[in-house]
Each structure stands twice: as structure tokens, then as C-alpha cells.
């Protein structure tokens, strides 16, 4: 079975730096690999996801992750944040036959103004 | 509007009593799955479904049962719920093609106490 860590429970970055999410997971086998955000109160929204090709994936509102295999890691970053990117995150890896999926704990991400 | 719809949103309801937690999905999506979100653990998955007819368990199946007799609904059963399974509850959809595949499409969650 798969696991994710996110080891960092709680990120406070002060708005316009830069900031990191980490991801990692565990897995033999090849996966597929998702960042979720979920405002309070609300769903999770998917924020960029990984298949297959370019191991570099971007969001629309400039978060982007990278893919790294040999580290099996999938952090999350940002060169800039804003306030309303005070959120939680949470990633995701799936085997790619896309059926069980599995989340990590979630990182809480204060931006301080 | 695309979307995936769960009712009721809040529910408060004492130990043993079956209830049912009702998702439906209006984007003729093939997988539909149960998630709980409980703090410090993140989401786990209950139960899935491939498509009609076709159920699998997830990492958390135990005291749950799922249906899937229609492409668009996927109901969450509580046979006989217990306090260890009050919590926040998802419901969420994708499609395996095109350009939006395995792309989960979450509903706005249920809010269940057992009391």
C-alpha cells in the first residue's frame, strides 16, 4: 500500500515570501500524484496533479510541484504567496490504475500580513 | 453546474441507528468515493466504486456499506453507528478520460455526530 507524509503540520509565512509544502510518499510502483486545498468550511479543490510527461506541473494561481522519482517526493511551492492562500493542503498519491487514493495528514498554511 | 451534491450536511444521531448518507454526482463521472476527515489523520478512504455495480474497500471499510445501482449516486450506510464514527464525511467524483481525468471533484461534506 502507499503512504504520504507531510511533515510539516503548520506553516506560517508572512505574505510575498516564498514557501514550500513538502510531500513524500512511498510506493513501488508507479503512481499518480495530486495537491489538494481546502479552504475552511469548505471541500478540497484539486490545485495541480502529476500523471505522466513533464515532472514540472503548475496551477492556474502559481503554486507549482515537481516530481521527483528518485526521492519520491512531490513538494509544493510558491514564489509569492498572498493571503488568501491561507489554507490547508493536503497530497495525494494514487496507484495509476486510478482506484485507491491516499492523503497525507495535511499542512495548515497561515499567510501573515 | 458540475457538481457534487451530499445531504444532509450536518447530522447528529445516537448509537445504533442506521442512517444513510446520500451523494450524487451530475457530471456522468465513472468512480465515485467515501472519504472521512478526521483531525491529525487527513482523509481516508472508505469505500469507492469503478463504476455501476462495481464497489471496492478502502483503507477504512469497517461499519460502512456503499451502493451503486446508478451512475450519478453513490449513498454512504451506517448500519449501526458508533462514536468512533463521528466525523466529517466527503464525497468526491472523476473521470478516467480527457483532460480533467482522476481529477476529483469533491462534494461540500457531512458533518455526522453519534452520540
Known amino acids: 500500500a502507499q503512504s504520504v507524509t507531510q511533515l510539516d503540520s503548520q506553516v506560517p509565512v508572512f505574505e510575498e515570501a516564498p514557501v514550500e509544502l513538502r510531500c513524500n510518499y512511498s510506493?513501488?510502483?508507479?503512481?499518480?500524484l495530486f495537491w489538494y486545498v481546502q479552504y475552511p468550511n469548505q471541500g478540497l479543490q484539486l490545485l495541480l496533479k502529476?500523471?505522466?510527461?513533464?515532472?514540472l506541473v503548475e496551477s492556474i494561481n502559481g503554486f507549482e510541484a515537481e516530481f521527483n522519482k528518485s526521492q519520491t517526493s512531490f513538494h509544493l511551492r510558491k514564489p509569492s504567496v498572498h493571503i488568501s492562500d491561507t489554507a490547508e493542503y493536503f497530497c495525494?498519491?494514487?496507484?495509476?490504475?486510478?482506484?485507491?487514493?491516499?492523503f497525507g495528514t495535511g499542512t495548515s498554511l497561515t499567510v501573515i500580513p | 453546474e458540475a457538481q457534487v451534491t451530499q445531504n444532509p450536511r450536518y447530522l447528529i444521531t445516537v448509537t445504533g441507528k442506521k442512517l444513510t448518507v446520500t451523494c450524487s454526482q451530475n457530471?456522468?463521472?465513472?468512480?465515485m468515493s467515501w472519504y472521512r476527515q478526521d483531525p491529525g489523520l487527513g482523509l481516508r478512504q472508505i469505500y469507492y466504486?469503478?463504476?455501476?455495480?462495481?464497489?471496492d474497500k478502502g483503507d477504512v471499510p469497517e461499519g460502512y456499506k456503499v451502493s451503486r445501482k446508478e451512475k450519478r449516486n453513490f449513498p454512504l450506510i451506517l448500519e449501526s453507528p458508533s462514536p468512533n464514527q463521528t466525523s466529517l464525511y466527503f464525497c468526491?467524483?472523476?473521470?478516467?478520460?480527457?483532460?480533467?481525468?482522476?481529477?476529483?471533484?469533491f462534494g461540500p461534506g457531512t458533518r455526522l455526530t453519534v452520540t
Open positions: 468526491a467524483s472523476s473521470s478516467f478520460r480527457g483532460q480533467g481525468s482522476y481529477e476529483q471533484y
Open positions: 502529476y500523471l505522466s510527461g513533464s515532472t
Open positions: 510506493s513501488s510502483v508507479s503512481v499518480y
Open positions: 466504486s469503478m463504476n455501476v455495480e462495481v464497489t
Open positions: 457530471m456522468n463521472h465513472e468512480y
Open positions: 495525494a498519491v494514487s496507484r495509476n490504475t486510478g482506484n485507491q487514493f491516499y
